[in-house]
């Protein structure tokens, strides 16, 4: 396991969370760093992605206006922050690094990312 991720935990509709995925093993700085998420019996999608050094963002259509990237260099970190938050945002939520590129694509092109975290459980739920 390259990242830990946190933040995941059970959240009613409407609220927010803050993800963190973090790691030592390289700086996070260089490379296109993404969030993807797999609700239960579906495939994983790519819902974020930040470039290296922030210089770009993407976020797929279910999540866009609703989440926010962003990264703390120092920290060697990345964030996902959720608001709004609703039932179909249940899912496990990964972080993971594509060392291939610096720039996110569109879509995310989910093969390229080598390094995952364990994943963080995030439940909406009343």
């Known amino acids: 396991v390259q990242f830990v991720e946190s933040g995941g935990g059970l959240v009613q509709p409407g609220g927010s969370l803050r993800l963190s995925c973090a790691t030592s093993?390289?700086?996070?700085?260089?490379?296109?760093i993404g969030w993807f998420r797999q609700a239960p019996g579906k495939e994983r999608e790519g819902v974020s992605c930040i470039s290296a050094r922030g210089t770009g963002t993407y976020y797929s259509g279910s999540v866009q206006g609703r989440f926010t990237i962003s990264s703390d260099s120092a920290k060697n970190t990345v964030y996902l922050q959720i608001h709004r938050l609703t039932p179909e945002d249940t899912a496990v939520y990964y972080c993971?690094?594509?060392?291939?590129?610096?720039?996110?694509?569109?879509?995310?092109?989910?093969?390229?990312?080598?390094?995952w975290g364990q994943g963080t459980q995030v439940t909406v739920s009343a």
């Open positions: 093993e390289f700086a996070l700085d260089y490379y296109a």
């Open positions: 993971a690094a594509n060392l291939m590129r610096t720039q996110c694509t569109n879509p995310l092109i989910q093969h390229e990312y080598n390094y």
